[in-house]
């Protein structure tokens, strides 16, 4: 929130709105403007209110007049808008939707911080990728703007132009790479024609495995895409070739693609707090598992995130237990916040039962749009809350939602998405907890539909259940896996029936362990590969101990134990125990038979003799070599040396004989 009060106008549209101008005026902060034809006859009202503050307008459909007259003033203030219009004031509803629009009024001042970006450069060169005389028209088309080549992959009867303007070539891509600037293609049966070709291309011997780089891709082959989630590859533009429409679509798409670009950096990622991999054993994967463009590797004991083919989804930082990627657009402490100042201002006007309508500006602006245009309008109850993409939210924010006050969630998404993966598991794992602690099933869902009407039905089905028995208000402040530990808790807080100890489904981001503590030696090779420090080990004894608040369910544990002891427990523990250590396995500490220096277990000692006595050609009946297990690693280097004994030493060397001997 700014720290001085906006000056806002609320403007009711030449009286279309059927709002309470009055109420709402009332319910912001600092108090508005009302106005009911603010972008004609009373922009001097505007103007005259160009000061050094900022200034709020309850409308986006004039906001480019309204930054051009605040230009003309010479205004250096922040200049906002906010869409009161579609969202609240055509609708059926419009007079209870008074605590919905002081909401969304509240939000709107809400200051974001500037996302990083990385830098991605065209200079033009470009492979069109097609099997016919499209893929030559458009080459055509395009040649005097950027430098082409064509490869036609396996093409019938072509008739050879009269002259040769630009490369054509044949060829079928067998992998691709890259992203805008930076492409690699390989190919097969690639030739180039003759240059006698009469009636038909004729083509020279093949060859396979050809390489070769370009700033851009047209596809125009109507074949697989070259690259996952092909749609989110920048300067990959596909498009079906049977389509003269789309085509000059992509035409007039890809000439633009040239010069430096500057791109947001989607995700922050701490490599330091990954959990993928230790000691070569594998642990956490599911940001690799849910990444639909390929932009996450395995890198060792992290991952490694490519800025430039990341499309930011986001659907890596929604799974990811550790907080080691974080979406960046906007931050999550920033997007709690205004989902905070959201519900907060809403429940403080006066509004109950809470509809959270997350969505992306892309797809759910125009349904809701239409729905204002054509249909009953958005119900009052309904909030409307965007999001860059929906794929990135996180349990933090259903949670959140919920502990604020929220009663339902609803994301919208287009019909056939099929990058949900990570957002099924969250809302799986959101069901789980809302539901064992009493919310009831059903409050947080998907809302798949590409129609406005569907859209509407959907929203005015959903039951007036209440929200939280006692809604919160929490800061939303730490890193992202603190603020998804205050999240559950503060729902747990507000929860109708709160329970201490939840079950969770598997693949969760909390849990704790199940150890077989019979079959424990107490190794600790668990203490070395977990990455968040939940195992921890004494430095005076032999003591196995474990903090489940800290623990990611990563299963390097299980993976790592030699004496497979270790099973995950995915679960919720509510109670203070959970942030502290607590003692999973202790045993008394062997003392050197040489020194009395405390060393390893007796378990483990005792184990090692038996599984070596009559055994181990060092170790049979009358060898002496058994008192060296049973001495610390000091003692046992200066037995060793004490008794001369070398196990790499061969048979004793025949005594050397002279001639004199064989006289003899």
Request: charged share 25%; glycine share 10%.
């Amino acid at each position: 929130m700014p720290e001085t009060a906006a000056k806002i106008f609320v403007c009711d549209c030449e009286g279309t709105m059927k709002i309470d101008g009055e109420a709402v005026a009332r319910s912001c902060r600092g108090g508005a403007a009302l106005a009911t034809n603010l972008c004609r006859r009373e922009t001097d009202r505007f103007v005259q209110a160009l000061g050094t503050g900022p200034v709020l307008v309850g409308c986006t459909q004039e906001a480019p007049l309204f930054q051009d007259l605040a230009e003309e003033a010479g205004f250096g203030g922040r200049l906002s808008f906010v869409n009161l219009r579609e969202t609240g004031g055509w609708s059926d509803e419009a007079a209870a939707a008074t605590p919905k629009l002081a909401a969304l009024i509240a939000e709107a001042q809400a200051i974001l911080p500037e996302t990083p970006t990385v830098a991605m450069t065209s200079e033009g060169v470009t492979l069109i990728y097609g099997r016919d005389e499209v893929a030559i028209e458009a080459a055509r088309q395009l040649m005097d703007r950027l430098d082409v080549t064509v490869l036609l992959t396996r093409p019938g009867e072509i008739l050879p132009p009269r002259t040769v303007e630009f490369p054509i070539l044949r060829g079928t891509i067998r992998k691709a790479a890259g992203h805008l600037g930076a492409f690699e293609v390989e190919v097969d049966d690639y030739a180039a024609p003759a240059p006698s070709s009469r009636r038909g291309f004729v083509w020279g011997p093949g060859r396979n495995a050809a390489k070769s780089r370009c700033d851009l891709i047209l596809d125009l082959s109507g074949g697989t895409p070259l690259f996952p989630a092909d749609h989110k590859r920048d300067g990959y533009v596909r498009v079906d070739p049977g389509s003269p429409a789309a085509v000059q679509k992509a035409i007039g798409r890809i000439a633009d693609l040239v010069g430096a670009f500057d791109r947001p950096r989607y995700v922050t990622y701490t490599e330091g707090l990954c959990a993928h991999s230790r000691s070569k054993r594998t642990g956490c994967t599911r940001c690799l598992d849910v990444c639909p463009t390929g932009a996450i590797q395995p890198a060792g004991d992290h991952v490694a995130i490519d800025p430039y083919i990341c499309a930011g989804c986001g659907s890596c930082a929604s799974v990811c237990p550790t907080g080691a990627a974080s979406y960046a657009l906007p931050p999550h402490d920033a997007l709690m916040a205004r989902l905070r100042t959201l519900l907060t201002a809403h429940r403080g006007a006066g509004g109950t039962r809470p509809v959270l309508l997350v969505h992306e500006a892309e797809h759910g602006d125009p349904l809701i749009d239409l729905l204002a245009r054509w249909g009953d309008g958005l119900p009052a109850r309904v909030l409307p809350f965007k999001v860059n993409e929906v794929t990135q939210v996180g349990i933090e924010l259903l949670a959140g939602a919920v502990a604020y006050g929220a009663a339902e969630v609803r994301l919208l998404t287009k019909g056939r998405r099929t990058d949900l993966d990570g957002l099924s598991r969250t809302i799986d794992l959101a069901e789980a907890i809302l539901s064992g602690l009493g919310y009831g099933s059903g409050r947080v869902g998907l809302l798949a539909c590409d129609d406005p009407d569907d859209l509407g039905r959907a929203l005015r089905a959903i039951p007036p259940r209440d929200g939280a028995a006692a809604p919160r208000s929490f800061l939303p402040v730490g890193d992202k896996r603190t603020l998804m530990r205050t999240a559950v808790a503060e729902v747990r807080a507000a929860a109708p029936a709160p329970v201490d100890l939840l079950a969770l489904p598997p693949g969760s981001p909390f849990g704790g362990l199940k150890v077989d503590t019979a079959a424990c030696t107490l190794c600790l090779a668990c203490v070395a590969a977990c990455p968040t420090g939940a195992l921890s080990d004494d430095q005076e004894r032999p003591r196995l101990s474990f903090t489940e608040d800290a623990c990611v369910q990563c299963g390097l544990c299980a993976n790592t134990c030699p004496e497979k002891a270790i099973a995950l427990d995915p679960r919720l523990d509510f109670t203070p125990a959970a942030k502290s250590p607590r003692i999973v396995k202790e045993e008394e500490p062997f003392h050197c038979v040489r020194c009395a220096k405390p060393f390893g277990t007796k378990s483990s000692i005792e184990r090692i003799k038996a599984k070596l006595a009559g055994r181990h050609w060092m170790f049979g009946p009358g060898s002496r070599n058994l008192a060296v297990i049973e001495m610390c690693a000091d003692c046992r280097a200066i037995a060793q040396s004490e008794q001369g004994f070398d196990p790499y030493a061969g048979p004793p060397r025949p005594p050397t004989k002279t001639a004199d001997d064989y006289l003899n």
